[in-house]
């Protein structure tokens, strides 16, 4: 039941990711910044319902969780709080996705799937540097966080 919760979760965060910036009403800082928020409250449910059987999985998506949150909050509500991250927002934004996916890899080793989430994520991950770099459009880096979070829904989805 929490597996089929989490899957469900992923999805409809991925999904509100990818729709979300078609509306193009906010700047870049905020979208990467809604995007890490969703990222993390992910993070954070995942933790707390692997606890049982993967303390170790479960205390590494706690703690990106919580990172990933202050993180995105500082990024949403004053992005100059964080001037000196500014800079590299998008970079940061693809190497978390990418420490995330090697989290997914780790905590999903005995999963059918979990190697394809922690892969999709890494893969992803190296998009989001590479595209950030030179397109300029946060509704494209946006939707690749959203991407991951679905793919990673379905496959867990399948998992069962």
């Known amino acids: ?31 990467i910044g809604l995007s890490v928020l969703l990222m993390s409250i992910y993070l ?4 707390v319902t692997i606890i049982d059987y993967n303390t170790s999985g479960a205390i590494i998506d706690l703690i990106l ?57 890494i893969v992803l991950g190296l998009l989001y540097i590479i595209i950030g770099t030179y397109v300029s459009n946060p509704i494209v880096l946006g939707a690749l966080i959203g991407i991951w979070l679905v793919i990673s829904g379905i496959l867990k989805l399948m998992d069962r």
């Open 1 to 31: 039941m929490k597996t089929k919760f989490v899957s469900l979760l992923a999805i409809i965060l991925g999904l509100i990711i990818i729709i979300f910036p078609a509306l193009g009403l906010i700047g870049a800082s905020s979208l």
């Open 44 to 47: 954070l449910i995942v933790g």
């Open 65 to 121: 969780g919580l990172l990933l949150l202050f993180l995105s909050i500082g990024l949403i509500f004053n992005p100059a709080l964080l001037g000196f991250i500014t800079e590299i927002t998008l970079y940061l934004a693809g190497i978390m996705l990418i420490v995330v996916a090697v989290a997914s890899l780790i905590n999903n080793r005995s999963s059918r799937y979990g190697f394809y989430i922690g892969i999709a994520g």
